[in-house]
């Protein structure tokens, strides 16, 4: 399934095989194609590989091997990414300072 062409000549495209799993996403800006190929939990931009996906996060491919582990609420969602310095981005689980070190606790509403 295709998505609708976006504002000039820009365009996404999506690659799928027969039991819906995503193969290939081309994104076209300003004539410059960039493909993003999905091989069995293996992520490539542009034939150069990226990430590979665990059930805990990921491992980044890119100079030297870096694993990121996602923090995910009941539905799946990535509340927070912890990379091996132990980090955290900019979204905190609620009621947590991202240090890893300190919860909270509820919030008064």
Same mark, same amino acid.
């Given at each position: 399934m295709n998505t609708p062409p976006l504002a000039n000549t820009n365009t996404i495209a999506?690659? /799928?095989?027969a039991t819906g799993a995503k193969l290939q996403k081309i994104v076209t800006e300003s004539g410059m194609p960039k493909t993003t190929d999905y091989v069995g939990g293996?992520?490539?931009?542009?034939n150069t590989r990226k990430f590979l996906s665990t059930e805990e996060g990921r491992i980044m491919l890119e100079s030297s091997p870096e694993y990121? /582990?996602?923090?995910k609420d009941h539905l799946g969602n990535v509340l927070n990414l912890y990379n091996s310095e132990h980090r955290g981005a900019d979204k905190y689980l609620y009621g947590h300072?991202?240090?890893g070190s300190n919860f909270t606790g509820r919030a008064n509403l």
């Open positions: 999506y690659i /799928y095989d293996i992520v490539y931009e542009d990121q /582990y996602h923090l300072d991202g240090t």
